[in-house]
């Protein structure tokens, strides 16, 4: 089974109040998450988000995953084209790393945020209700 995962994660003031979101499209539906992540980095919760995509995706028996984020960072990170210097990032980058092997094909691609505008609302949308 293959799902198309959009994730966003989002800080207010980097570091600050942290949300992520991340749509899973399995066919025609949409599993919607969101959750409130206390006071981090833009980058931490663009992690989390792809975390949270995952694992739900997982979850739900997807056996082959496309990404698409906003953060360029993340992506080049995933696609070993920068290498994770940040020691609190490579945490999350493992993390990502380690559920990788839980699926048969996965990609990531880096998109805008006017492409990616449902995970950037559930973001804005947890943070609003947490602040």
């Given at each position: 089974m293959k799902a198309i995962i959009h994730s966003d994660g989002g800080a207010r003031g980097n570091p600050?109040?942290?949300g992520i979101g991340?749509?899973?499209k399995i066919g025609e539906q949409e599993h919607l998450f969101k959750k409130y992540i206390g006071k981090t980095t833009n980058n931490?919760?663009?992690?989390?988000?792809?975390?949270?995509?995952l694992t739900h995706?997982?979850?739900?028996?997807?056996t082959e995953v496309e990404c698409f984020l906003d953060?360029?960072?993340v992506v080049k990170q995933m696609k070993?084209?920068?290498?994770?210097?940040?020691?609190?990032?490579?945490?999350?980058?493992?993390?990502?790393?380690?559920?990788?092997?839980?699926f048969k094909k996965i990609t990531f691609t880096h998109v805008r945020r006017?492409?990616?505008?449902?995970?950037?609302?559930?973001?804005?949308?947890i943070i609003d209700a947490n602040t």
């Open positions: 600050g109040p942290a991340a749509v899973v931490q919760a663009e992690y989390q988000a792809l975390i949270l995509g995706a997982k979850e739900l028996g997807v953060s360029e960072l070993r084209e920068y290498k994770v210097k940040d020691k609190d990032l490579a945490v999350q980058f493992v993390k990502v790393w380690n559920l990788m092997s839980e006017e492409q990616n505008k449902l995970a950037d609302q559930l973001v804005n949308e």
